[in-house]
């Protein structure tokens, strides 16, 4: 049985490029959720994602977006990078939007802004 | 917005003892904490959690107890072995909140 997926692995961009990163829930998870982990800290939220629709959002700039698929994948957008946007991005996925429902995060995608 | 507060940032312990993570919360409308294992290069991996019905929850060597009054939760883990060794989070989530809430983690050392 699949976790999540994420790709790519690791990604080098240039200050004021944009970056997609991918995800894919488990099997039969519905809902998608992602995370920035800047080393040494704790994750943060970003999004949250159910039935294509967004749920929630965290204290990111709009230069942060996301959309989710019929297929509950999802991508995550980052426009005019920053070299603070450097971090691990984490996806978790869960059956549904609530606290009710164990996330579980994918391998991470990890990025570097040169 | 929740804020989670996690204490020690590192903690060594030797092989065979226990070890004691604590964090607090500040939103008092939170009903579900999780606790995440990750390892250097890793993802974060749910090992044990607890709901604010519950007061404690075990498993195996693993334990969490909660005090809603107090607001505070901690992860217990006993008979303490070297694949311990991680960065370990805590978590909220809950009232009009959309994500979890992390804490900043605490490094784990079992010392051999």
């Known amino acids: 049985d699949a976790g999540v997926t994420q790709s790519p692995t690791h990604l080098i961009k240039t200050r004021g490029q944009q970056v997609t990163l991918r995800c894919s829930p488990i099997s039969g998870h519905k809902s998608v959720s992602w995370y920035q982990q800047v080393l040494g800290q704790g994750p943060q939220f970003i999004f949250q994602?159910?039935?294509?629709?967004?749920?929630g959002r965290g204290n990111f700039p709009d230069r942060f977006s996301a959309r989710q698929f019929p297929n509950y994948s999802s991508e995550l957008n980052v426009n005019a990078l920053l070299l603070g946007d450097s971090a691990l991005y984490l996806c978790?996925?869960?059956?549904?939007?609530?606290?009710?429902?164990?996330?579980?995060f994918g391998p991470g995608t990890r990025l570097t802004v040169l | 917005g929740e804020n989670v507060e996690q204490h020690p940032s590192t903690l060594s312990v030797q092989e065979g003892d226990s070890a004691v993570i604590k964090c607090t919360y500040s939103?008092?409308?939170?009903?579900?904490f999780p606790w995440y294992k990750q390892e250097l290069g890793k993802r974060p991996q749910l090992i044990i959690d607890?709901?604010?019905?519950?007061g404690e929850k075990k498993d195996q060597r693993i334990a969490v107890t909660l005090n809603k009054t107090a607001k505070h939760f901690s992860l217990h883990i006993t008979e303490t072995q070297p694949e311990d060794s991680a960065v370990y989070f805590c978590a909220a989530w809950g009232g009009g909140a959309d994500g979890l809430t992390f804490g900043k983690g605490t490094h784990l050392i079992i010392q051999p």
């Open positions: 978790a996925s869960s059956l549904g939007p609530s606290s009710y429902n164990e996330q579980f």
């Open positions: 994602y159910y039935e294509k629709e967004e749920r």
């Open positions: 939103d008092s409308a939170s009903n579900y």
């Open positions: 607890i709901r604010s019905n519950v």
